[in-house]
Structure formats: C-alpha cells, structure tokens
C-alpha cells in the first residue's frame, strides 16, 4: 500500500462556538487524487486552511509527509502546494510577471521554474496580456502554476472549477491528471461539483457538517453505483439457488434477508420475475437500482444525519 502523504487525527476547528470541523480522521496516500466532497458550509476550505496551516487547529493531530511537529510540518509544508479561494496575483503583472516575483519571495533557485509550470498549465503564449484580463479560466491556470512553483509532491485546490465555463472544465479536467499521472504530484481537490470529481478522483471523502461521513475508493464507488435488479423477496437463499441453476449466473448479491442484487438480466426482468415465481419463490418487488457520485451523496449524508 502506498505511504500516506496525509494523515488527520480528530482535527478539531471551532469558531465562536460553532464547530467548523469536528474530529476529522482523514488519510490521503501517494498517488491520490482525492475528492473531498461536500456542499458549500461543509467544512471543506477550513479544512484545508488547517492543512497548510492558514488556520491553527484546536485539537487533534496532523500528520503530513511522516512529520508531526511543528517544526516537521514547517518543513513539510515546504513540500506542499495550494491554491484556496483566490489566489494574490497582481492584476497589472503578466503571468510570467507574476510567477517571477513569487519566484524570489520564495526563494526557488531553478531558472527554468517559470517557464516549467507556465508550460504545464497552458499559458506560455500570454505574452504581455496583464493578469486582469485574463479569462477565468487563465486565472486559475496561473494560480495552480503558482502552486507548482516549488515543485510540490503534493498540492491543494480548493474548487478549481468553481465559475468555469465547459471548456474551461475540461481543461482543468486535463491539467489536473496530467500533474498526477506525468508528474507524479498528489492532489487533494475540495469541490462540490461531484459528477466533475467522479471523472478524475481515485479517492473521495464526503464531509457534512463539519464530520467525514465516509472515505472510499473509485473502485468501491464503481461498484456501489453499478445498474442492477434490486429484488425483494421471501426467501433471499431460495431465489439465489434459482439464479446460479435456472437463469445460470452468479453475478448477484445478497444484500439483506429480503433483497438480493442481480447484475445480469437488466434488460428482461420479466424473464427474473417468471423463474423465480415458476420455482416457488415469492417475489415481493423488483427494480432497476443504481446510483451516480450525487445519488451516492446524498444517500449517505442521508444517513449519517
């Protein structure tokens, strides 16, 4: 298993007694491209305000590369990049203008570091365009150039799509899985956008409220949403025995004592419906069930109230 970039420990954040973030544990690995999800309240910015330390925390632990301490975080931190609500860009500074002065503010030696992530985000050809004319979508792009400058292992964006037009989205689509696939950069991306975040996350956690309802995996999201018979029955086993004997598959599960998931057949239920009923199986109910990231969303948050 790949080592953890990330590790929450019941971080805690209160603001005039209401607590923003209450007793997060939250893991993102090397690798990831982890989707923190929730609507807008949730918790997510501070969140992420507590991770690069805009905030501190009132209790609770973070871990960030292997390092604990407050000493260790400040230097682990020099290993992180972000980019929270509105990147400080000069709006009389053309790109390069900007990225120069970041460049000696943070003491990044490389010459060729400008250059580097401008190409990376599709802004080499802005030429003297000032930054206050830039479309959104630029703007973003040389926040997130911004955030690679010190060529970061691991980096932070806080709604990158927020405003974007669909081209715009797709792009941001692009450059986010070519940092993670071509350049090996963990990415955490808070968002509320949840069909954009199913197209690139391989990790999500949802947060509500303030609490991580639940993490998973694409892989567990996949299986979760796939299309399926839901099939409410009196006896769970005996309809099982009629689907590996009769119907020949085994590509079901039983869920409960009275439903049971079958995967093949989605297009003749009535054909599910005539074997189980001809082979002495009371059938209660029957159908079609599958969720997207939204439905799957709104089920657990459901449930964790």
Request: hydrophobic share 40%; proline share 2%.
């Amino acid at each position: 298993m790949n080592e953890a970039v990330l590790k929450l420990k019941n971080v805690t954040k209160t603001y005039s007694g209401n607590v923003a973030v209450d007793h997060v544990n939250m893991t993102v690995r090397r690798g990831d491209i982890y989707g923190l999800i929730g609507r807008n309240g949730a918790g997510k910015t501070t969140l992420t305000r507590l991770i690069t330390s805009l905030t501190s925390i009132d209790s609770g632990e973070i871990e960030l590369f292997g390092e604990t301490t407050e000493k260790g975080l400040q230097e682990a931190r020099k290993r992180l990049g972000c980019v929270i609500e509105c990147p400080a860009l000069y709006p009389n500074l053309t790109a390069y203008q900007n990225l120069e002065y970041y460049q000696r503010l943070k003491g990044v030696p490389s010459k060729n570091a400008i250059t580097k992530t401008l190409e990376i985000v599709g802004l080499t050809d802005t030429g003297k365009k000032k930054f206050k004319d830039f479309s959104l979508g630029m703007k973003q792009r040389l926040g997130i150039a911004l955030a690679l400058l010190n060529n970061p292992d691991f980096i932070i964006l806080d709604e990158p799509i927020n405003g974007l037009d669909p081209m715009g989205i797709i792009e941001m689509r692009e450059i986010i899985k070519r940092l993670n696939e071509e350049h090996r950069i963990t990415i955490m991306i808070s968002s509320h956008i949840l069909t954009e975040l199913s197209l690139v996350a391989t990790h999500y956690g949802i947060i509500d409220e303030g609490k991580m309802v639940k993490e998973f995996t694409h892989e567990e999201l996949t299986e979760q949403c796939q299309r399926s018979l839901a099939v409410m029955v009196a006896d769970t086993a005996k309809a099982a025995s009629v689907f590996e004997t009769v119907l020949q598959t085994t590509n079901f599960k039983i869920i409960s004592d009275k439903e049971i998931r079958l995967y093949d057949y989605l297009d003749n239920p009535s054909e599910v419906n005539q074997q189980l009923v001809a082979n002495g199986v009371s059938v209660l109910s029957m159908t079609e069930v599958g969720d997207n990231l939204e439905d799957y969303f709104m089920s657990l948050v459901k449930e964790g109230k």
